[in-house]
């Protein structure tokens, strides 16, 4: 079984920057993809940025430039910096993780684990 819990979230003005990070607990070892998705009130689901085994790295056309993923080298931990932060970017960001492989942006939405989220809130 694996765990996950997001940290980070917290209210900022436009214009400025957040770190969020994701910590796994379980057994991750065969990780494939992590990610974020964001949902804000009354509107579909979006996958921000995704990692793959490899650290590539895929994200949505609204935050690129402005959000960067990472994770840390046991792949127990998924990082999300965003700068430059937007009012449309107030949402409840989620990380999720998955064990398949393939194309990690097609599948963002159907990941195995799913943690509890975050609250951004730009103002």
């Known amino acids: 079984q694996v765990q996950l819990v997001e940290s980070g979230g917290g209210s900022v003005q436009t214009g400025g920057s957040l770190r969020l990070s994701c910590t796994a607990s379980?057994?991750?070892?065969?990780?494939?993809?992590m990610g974020w998705i964001r949902q804000a009130p009354g509107k579909e689901r979006e996958g921000v940025a995704m990692?793959?085994?490899?650290?590539?790295?895929t994200f949505a056309d609204s935050v690129k430039g402005r959000f960067t993923t990472s994770q840390d080298n046991a792949k127990k931990t998924l990082f999300l910096q965003m700068n430059s932060l937007k009012p449309e970017g107030t949402a409840m960001y989620y990380c999720?993780?998955?064990?398949?492989?393939?194309?990690?942006?097609?599948?963002?939405?159907?990941?195995?684990?799913w943690g509890h989220g975050t609250q951004v809130t730009v103002s």
């Open positions: 990692i793959d085994g490899d650290g590539r790295t």
């Open positions: 379980g057994s991750t070892y065969s990780t494939n993809c």
């Open positions: 999720a993780l998955d064990f398949r492989g393939g194309d990690c942006y097609r599948i963002r939405y159907k990941y195995d684990y």
